[in-house]
């Protein structure tokens, strides 16, 4: 393992951003981070808590999973992912299909939908509760034209250890039914929750350098600042490591011309191979 951090490290180092990470080897229960604890804008990641925190509402029979849900044109506004931003307004879908599209087209329009049926400070108390410490749900959609240096108070923040610590919880919650309990879940509404984010369709950071069809439960996130992703990696249906990867500061040019984003896919990507290749 600490060959392993010196190599992931030196990656970090050679770029001109900010990078944080944090590893679990779920064989050997082992883990690694680079400034972990670093509180960053979440972007999309902070997605992966709204749906579990939605399914334990699910659990609670508060929420149903084939509720209907409009696409309205307010909802549309200011949206630039997904796809339901160019659908036709009155559309219906299932609450569940809203959870698909939040996380694996990162759909903007279904995220609303999604937190409208939550209370903010009860998503946030339910964050705390389970470990994710550092990591706060602030508004149901970003403000339109932040600005690259803009302040993190201005979005939902999170770190790499609180994701992972997430991630871990719902592996052992789809396992055990008293470690979904810790989630306010069920074994059923954790193993759906990872079954989502399996079906992720963005799959240019974590997944990027691994071979084309490992199976990778994750979240990506996009935002002014930088990149980031988090997810379990899979060795055929096996869950073998946590890695969640949040670059940060991340110039829109690179001194070489390149778009600095690209920077940013490669070193999540560079980070993720390093441990496929050290965890067989």
Not at 6 to 25: E, G, H, L
Not at 98 to 106: D, K, L, P, R
């Amino acid at each position: 393992m600490q060959d392993l951090i010196a190599r992931m490290n030196a990656v970090c180092d050679a770029q001109p951003f900010t990078t944080s990470w944090y590893v679990k080897d779920l064989v050997t229960g082992q883990e690694a981070d680079r400034t972990g604890d670093m509180v960053l804008p979440s972007a999309s990641t902070r997605k992966t808590s709204i749906l579990m925190h939605a399914l334990s509402r699910v659990h609670e029979g508060v929420l149903k999973l084939d509720e209907p849900c409009t696409i309205e044109a307010r909802l549309q506004e200011g949206v630039d992912s997904g796809t339901y931003q160019h659908m036709t307004p009155g559309c219906v879908i299932p609450l569940r299909d809203a959870f698909v599209n939040m996380i694996i087209t990162s759909d903007n329009v279904c995220t609303q939908l999604v937190l409208e049926r939550l209370d903010r400070d009860a998503l946030n108390a339910w964050c705390s509760r389970i470990g994710m410490k550092g990591t706060t749900h602030r508004v149901n959609f970003p403000p339109p034209g932040l600005a690259w240096d803009h302040p993190i108070e201005a979005v939902a923040c999170t770190t790499a250890r609180d994701q992972g610590i997430l991630l871990d919880k719902m592996l052992r919650g789809a396992a055990d039914a008293g470690a979904a309990a810790e989630l306010g879940a069920s074994v059923e509404l954790c193993q759906l929750g990872l079954d989502i984010l399996s079906w992720q369709r963005l799959r240019n950071l974590i997944p990027s350098m691994l071979p084309g069809k490992t199976k990778v439960a994750h979240k990506t996130g996009r935002g002014p600042r930088g990149r980031m992703d988090a997810g379990v990696v899979y060795r055929g249906n096996t869950p073998r490591f946590i890695i969640s990867v949040f670059t940060d500061r991340v110039p829109e040019s690179l001194p070489d011309g390149m778009p600095g984003f690209t920077a940013a896919f490669a070193t999540a990507g560079r980070l993720t191979r390093m441990c496929w290749d050290a965890m067989p």
